[in-house]
């Protein structure tokens, strides 16, 4: 790819925000942002889908979907090996984020269900 100023100010920008997201405090804190929009939504979206009573299985199958495709997603990597097992990799910020959002999200589902029940 050419160096153009557009490409080099991406790279730039790229750089400095993985820098800033670094922080564990920072990384924290969007972890924790994550799985409370995954609460948000699990209240959210079974709220709006039930009033018409309409398309409820297909919001259902589509956040089923969802949490499958994440946890393959986090989980479903390469066997590792023993030595790297020993050493805990470190998760990138990405899929971390992805996680917490799918537990808030069945967290809420749950509580939902709970709450119906009563």
Do not use: C
Not at 12 to 27: C, F
Not at 74 to 84: E, F, L, M
Request: aromatic share 10%; charged share 15%; hydrophobic share 45%.
């Amino acid at each position: 790819m050419q160096r153009t100023r557009l490409n080099n100010f991406v790279d730039v920008i790229a750089a400095r925000l993985g820098q800033w997201l670094s922080n564990p405090w920072r990384r924290i804190s969007l972890v924790t942002i994550s799985l409370l929009f995954g609460v948000f939504l699990g209240t959210a979206i079974p709220t709006t889908s039930g009033q018409t009573a309409e398309v409820d299985i297909i919001a259902a199958g589509i956040l089923i979907f969802f949490t499958e495709l994440v946890s393959r997603y986090v989980y479903g990597g390469k066997p590792q090996t023993r030595q790297a097992a020993v050493g805990n990799p470190r998760r990138s910020l990405l899929s971390e984020i992805l996680n917490a959002l799918k537990i808030g999200l069945t967290y809420s589902l749950f509580i939902e269900a709970f709450k119906l029940g009563s």
